[in-house]
């Protein structure tokens, strides 16, 4: 089994609502994969609620091999969800490690 995570910083300079229409977009997007990536077997996304930190988005998720998250990566379906950060993300962090 793989873990799959990755974290979002979003920019700066955009107002807090837009942040967190776009973060709660996000959120929406990413939970409906596994109606349509059937080798997702996990996933969720959390909002940070601490302003003191650097991250605003984390996404788990889990996954049978890395040639599952390869495949959910390239799904149409994901891809259109991860255009929803395209422009109001600043970083990304990924990690995907055997469990």
Sequence with gaps: MVKHIVLFK???DISGAEKLAVMNQFKK???A???TISVIRS???GLNMNPAETWDIALYSEF???DDVKLYAAHPDHVVAAKLLADVKESRS????EY
Aim: with cysteine.
């Design 10 to 12: 979003l920019k700066n």
């Design 29 to 31: 997007a990413i939970e």
């Design 33 to 35: 994969l596994p109606a």
């Design 43 to 45: 996933i969720e996304v």
């Design 64 to 66: 049978d091999s890395l």
């Design 94 to 97: 990924c990690v995907d490690y």
